[in-house]
């Protein structure tokens, strides 16, 4: 996989550890979040699979979580920290009733793509991890992007701040 | 990909319209599914993402389906039937509290895996789809197998028998 350095601009310095490679669309500074210059990493929804899992009132959604091949590959040997150009995907529906099911309850409309990536030079000051919100493919406002790092610091800094497990 | 022909053993009847394609472990009789004869396939936890899904008790399960390239494709193609060849699986995980985040559920241990295996001619009995139900690896038993047709029949023949919809 080829990966093109594109995320510099809101942190201003480029990487070189990190080939953090990204769509067409983050050549738009639009299109990349606050703070860290993430954008959604091209061909995503074909990722593999890390987990699923279930987002409670208010939010009310169901969720997957997906990575690329360095994700997949350090969640399955068990390894920590993440190596730079781990890149993780969450997407996120609003979960609704089946309609031919009494039991079952599926994926609505999509509400959120969550997006982390490591760089631990680049985003050194946030535990090495850069973060990214969209709603229908644009970033979601600075305010939002403010409080990524210290939700993931709070819970899960043993974790490498990382809250999702690897589906057994 | 390569598929090679190995469930034909249960039904008798190898098709050659169907490169059904599945692991080493299918070698092995006990591995197949009562009635239908398929196999878990390989690889199948690599498969892209077609959507989650939650089940609510008894079971009480986090779900995720998955699908090989054919079923890919007919998914975002929008079209039914199903082409011969799509294979689905649903993976089954039992629903369980996060430790670190009081309103998100995710996976705990693994439930179930389930498979269909679409060959029109093979499984014309059963709408073109045969069945698996596997727990550790192990098909489960016969009644439960008598089960599954009967119940896509009911709820979504018009949908080729098909419960998961594109997690858009």
Redesign the interface.
Known sequence: MRWILAASLAAGVASSAVAAAFAANTANPENLSPIYGVGLPDGY??W??I???????P?NE???V?GNDIAIKAYRAGKLPFPDGTVLVK?A?K?TQ?P??E?????G??TTVQVMVKDSKKYAASGGWGFGRFINGKPVDQAQHETCFACHEA??KERDYV???W??
Chains 1, 2 share one sequence.
């Open positions: 929804r074909k593999e699979l987990a699923p899992a279930q987002e409670a009132e939010l169901l969720r997957a997906v997407l529906w979960h089946s031919e099911f039991s079952a309850s599926i994926p409309a999509a819970r899960v809250f999702t497990k589906a057994p």
